[in-house]
């Protein structure tokens, strides 16, 4: 028996170069050229599937912020809705919406939101009481109650309470009553400006 010409059998030379490039792993990456892996690899035209070139990104996620102008009448429609849902006409509706105009300029130009939400909150409710008097004293609302009650909801900390509420669930009890308390004080905060305001111009205003 003769033995094989050398280069024909298994693992000759021939085979060896005949076959693929040898890939390489260095760092984590994949060096070949010719693949479409390759950062240089699809601009060369050797990678990709039928001499097509492969791009391969990563998908970016981009959030889309609501407009300030859509915030805006976003707060007037609740003012105004709650403020006729409660009992109110359309007259005080109209008021607790541009109350609430107000009351959103406050809430994303007032930087001591960022700094202490409860003593926020009694500022912004005592400046949307004497609004709310005001308005109602020359004829831009009928129903004072009616119309603070329109702005009212808009600073009710009902998320706040929620999380809180989720938090104890959760079993963190800690985080959750921290919350609660916030929650309550906000709360109380509402109700003492709007209280202020009414000792301070309802018995001037009537």
């Given at each position: 028996?003769?033995?094989?010409?050398?280069?024909?059998?298994?693992?000759?030379?021939?085979?060896?170069?005949?076959?693929?490039?040898?890939?390489?792993?260095?760092?984590?990456?994949?060096?070949?050229?010719?693949?479409?892996?390759?950062?240089?690899?699809?601009?060369?035209?050797?990678?990709?599937?039928?001499?097509?070139?492969?791009?391969?990104?990563?998908?970016?996620?981009?959030?889309?912020?609501?407009?300030?102008?859509?915030?805006?009448?976003?707060?007037?429609?609740?003012?105004?809705?709650?403020?006729?849902?409660?009992?109110?006409?359309?007259?005080?509706?109209?008021?607790?919406?541009?109350?609430?105009?107000a009351v959103y300029f406050m809430d994303y130009n007032f930087k001591l939101r960022n700094i202490n939400n409860v003593i926020y909150t009694f500022i912004a409710s005592?400046?949307?009481?004497?609004?709310?008097?005001?308005?109602?004293?020359?004829?831009?609302?009928?129903?004072?109650?009616?119309?603070?009650?329109?702005?009212?909801?808009?600073?009710?900390?009902?998320?706040?309470?929620?999380?809180?509420?989720?938090?104890?669930?959760?079993?963190?009890?800690?985080?959750?009553?921290?919350?609660?308390?916030?929650?309550?004080?906000?709360?109380?905060?509402?109700?003492?400006?709007?209280?202020?305001?009414?000792l301070l111009l309802g018995g001037v205003l009537k």
């Amino acid at each position: 028996a003769t033995a094989p010409p050398a280069g024909t059998g298994r693992g000759g030379p021939k085979a060896c170069r005949s076959a693929t490039p040898i890939l390489q792993l260095a760092g984590g990456q994949l060096q070949d050229p010719g693949s479409p892996f390759h950062p240089g690899g699809g601009e060369r035209g050797r990678g990709g599937i039928g001499g097509k070139t492969a791009v391969y990104e990563q998908p970016t996620k981009t959030k889309t912020k609501p407009k300030k102008l859509l915030k805006c009448i976003g707060y007037m429609l609740a003012a105004g809705g709650f403020a006729v849902f409660f009992g109110g006409d359309m007259l005080d509706g109209t008021a607790a919406a541009v109350i609430a105009i107000a009351v959103y300029f406050m809430d994303y130009n007032f930087k001591l939101r960022n700094i202490n939400n409860v003593i926020y909150t009694f500022i912004a409710s005592l400046v949307s009481g004497v609004i709310a008097l005001i308005f109602t004293h020359f004829g831009f609302g009928n129903n004072v109650d009616k119309v603070m009650i329109g702005v009212i909801m808009l600073l009710i900390p009902g998320l706040l309470l929620v999380n809180s509420i989720k938090e104890m669930f959760n079993r963190d009890i800690v985080t959750g009553l921290y919350r609660f308390v916030e929650a309550v004080f906000v709360a109380v905060a509402i109700a003492g400006g709007f209280a202020v305001s009414v000792l301070l111009l309802g018995g001037v205003l009537k």
